[in-house]
């Protein structure tokens, strides 16, 4: 699970994320594919609940290679067999491919039958790991191309609401101006600090108040394979 440090400008998202990571726990079963696993940063919590973790990315990764398999995810996994997997577990990776379609339809064929898919994606969210940043997707979006990859019993959840979204983006946003090494900048860092939280922990409560799913920093999808 992802530790939670309150005098930082994103903690939202990561308490938002425990919410979701929580609500995956019944599906994540057998032997699970992390697709884009990056640094393997999802490897513990899927052990407590699977038998085995594949971690699967490819050679540009921005983050240091800790992949079992190498493969580019916009073209077919050749390394890995026809229904090998019990679970598919990707998170904050279909932003990044060029061919996401590609990568539902090599997602589903790798998947037992009565096998599941679960997905993290960005909707508001700023521009990451540039030039390798391609798309935003919106439910109906998801809900499309899951469809054509043979997906069924599709469900489509707003990681955040509107009042989340706003902060964090407004967090995001005051961090560039108070970045850097400079004596300066740490000292208004810290400035930061008190507007940071109040902001999340205000947004976090008004979300729970005035929930609109049309208004989210991204989505989770949970499918299956009949």
């Known amino acids: ?57 490819w050679s540009k990764t921005f983050h240091p290679l800790k992949a079992d398999i190498i493969t580019d995810l916009n073209k077919p996994f050749p390394m890995i067999e026809d229904g090998s997997a019990d679970t598919v577990f990707s998170v904050s990776v279909m932003e990044h491919l060029c061919e996401p379609q590609c990568f539902l339809n090599e997602s589903f064929r790798i998947l037992k039958h009565s096998g599941i898919i679960l997905l993290q994606v960005p909707f508001q969210w700023h521009v990451h790991e540039a030039p390798y940043d391609y798309f935003r997707y ?76 049309n208004e989210t920093a991204g989505y989770t999808v949970v499918a299956h394979k009949p």
Request: aromatic share 18%.
């Open 1 to 57: 699970m992802h530790k939670i440090n309150f005098t930082k400008h994103n903690w939202l998202i990561y308490k938002h994320a425990r919410k979701w990571l929580s609500a995956w726990t019944p599906h994540i079963r057998g032997t699970v594919y992390d697709l884009g696993c990056g640094e393997r940063q999802y490897e513990d919590f899927i052990l407590q609940h699977a038998d085995k973790y594949i971690g699967v990315d």
């Open 138 to 213: 919106t439910e109906f979006g998801l809900e499309y191309m899951l469809a054509k990859s043979g997906f069924v019993k599709i469900k489509v959840t707003p990681s955040s609401g509107f009042w989340s979204t706003m902060a964090l983006k407004v967090n995001y946003q005051s961090l560039r101006y108070v970045g850097g090494v400079r004596p300066l900048h740490f000292f208004l860092r810290v400035a930061a600090i008190p507007f940071w939280f109040s902001g999340q922990y205000i947004a976090y409560w008004l979300d729970k108040i005035d929930y609109n799913r």
